[in-house]
């Protein structure tokens, strides 16, 4: 008889350590989740991105370059004749 409630007692001081470590457990992963929550990371303000102003192609500005090149050989030869 008292082996039988020595076995009894046991199961019950286990079973009451289980539940309290369970509680534990339990407790620190809702501290967890609290925490995450309040430990987000910083929002900051965005704006869209501005393009930049359009470049005219390439042979478009060579072209530009020849005929300013051009109107000042045509001004110095007219100055030159006259």
Do not use: F
């Not at 082996?3 to 019950?12: G, M």
């Not at 967890?32 to 309040?38: A, G, N, T």
């Not at 359009?54 to 001004?75: D, E, H, L, Q």
């Amino acid at each position: 008889m008292n082996d039988y409630t020595d076995k009894e007692r046991e199961l019950k001081k286990r079973e009451q350590e289980l539940l309290e470590r369970e509680r534990k457990i339990r407790l620190l992963e809702m501290e967890d989740e609290l925490y995450q929550q309040e430990v987000q990371p910083p929002l900051y303000q965005t704006s869209p991105h501005t393009k930049p102003e359009k470049i005219p192609p390439k042979w478009y500005r060579k072209m530009i370059k020849m005929g300013k090149c051009a109107g000042i050989v045509v001004a110095v030869a007219v100055a030159a004749a006259t």
